[in-house]
């Protein structure tokens, strides 16, 4: 059979990382698409995962202002987990009901389902969220900071024990490796 080596373990070296193919399951399914490598080293993928919160986080604090009036700040800190929960809420469904396969194109998809959400909550009450975080803004950038915080803090443990060898790490690694390898998921 063939070998089918992962990503980090073609930069590694790591031989933990292949999988052999059976000759006879080769010709049974598609392949996967080969994961598009880019030349990204921890420090640099730690700060586009900050980033891409951050992002997500404000292209949903319309909507979340939305739906949340009775929190203080309007659902401000809770925006980056809501977004993120709401996209791969809509993406699960959109790829179990075989809408689209699972892939980038569906996270795109449901990110901007999401954002288009927030930008309609956004038109139809701009000057009220404006005059909020305006009036707010001191409170809004202490929790901003508290998150940036906790980032670093929880990065920093990270750091010191990046190993997937142990507790819960091996489960959690392999569910990730099937969801980025599977075109589909169980429809009940």
């Not at 001191?138 to 906790?150: D, P």
């Amino acid at each position: 059979g063939n070998s089918v080596v992962s990503p980090g373990a073609r930069a590694t070296g790591a031989a933990l990382a292949t999988t052999r193919v059976p000759d006879a399951a080769r010709g049974s399914e598609p392949a996967p698409r080969p994961i598009r490598e880019l030349p990204v080293n921890s420090f640099f993928a730690a700060v586009i995962w900050f980033l891409a919160i951050c992002g997500i986080g404000i292209a949903t604090l319309p909507l979340a202002y939305t739906l949340f009036p009775y929190l203080e700040d309007r659902g401000a800190g809770f925006a980056k987990v809501f977004g993120l929960a709401l996209a791969t809420f809509l993406s699960s469904l959109l790829v179990r009901y075989h809408v689209f396969p699972q892939g980038s194109l569906v996270s795109w998809a449901t990110l901007s389902m999401v954002a288009l959400a927030s930008v309609l909550c956004l038109l139809s009450r701009r000057a009220r969220m404006v005059a909020f975080w305006r009036e707010r803004r001191r409170s809004i950038l202490t929790g901003e900071v508290v998150f940036g915080l906790g980032f670093l803090l929880f990065l920093g443990l990270r750091s010191f024990n990046p190993e997937i060898s142990w507790g819960e790490k091996p489960m959690d690694f392999s569910i990730l490796n099937i969801l980025v390898r599977t075109r589909s998921l169980p429809s009940s």
